[in-house]
């Protein structure tokens, strides 16, 4: 059984720094590319960063790049460090999984529970 656990929102000022964590499980990490989403409020969901754990290659957002750093251990968890925090990055933080690599495309299959990040300005 595949599973997704994310963890780490919370409350902070702007200009703050959170680290957000997606612990997975029931996948081969090094064949899946892992992602995290955001959802505003009353807004739709969007891609803020995906890595490929295989070969450690990363995307980001605009709104985001220069913030925020996507990484990935060897225990099968990957990390969303966010700096320099705003008002607009508050949202429900989501990680998901796919199979292929960065830039193969498709849809990614399992997603973990949100977590919810608030920035107070």
């Known amino acids: 059984e595949v599973q997704l656990q994310a963890s780490g929102g919370g409350l902070v000022q702007a200009g703050g720094s959170l680290r957000l964590s997606c612990a997975a499980s029931?996948?081969?990490?090094?064949?899946?590319?892992i992602g995290w989403f955001r959802q505003p409020p009353g807004k739709g969901r969007e891609r803020v960063s995906l890595?490929?754990?295989?070969?450690?290659?990363t995307y980001y957002a605009d709104s985001v790049k220069d913030r925020f750093t996507i990484s990935s251990d060897a225990k099968n968890t990957v990390y969303l460090q966010m700096n320099s925090l705003k008002p607009e990055d508050t949202a429900v933080y989501y990680c998901a999984a796919r199979e292929g690599l960065l830039y193969s495309g498709g849809d990614f299959d399992y997603w973990g529970q949100g977590t919810l990040v608030t920035v107070s300005s």
């Open positions: 890595i490929s754990s295989n070969d450690g290659r």
């Open positions: 029931g996948i081969t990490f090094d064949d899946y590319v």
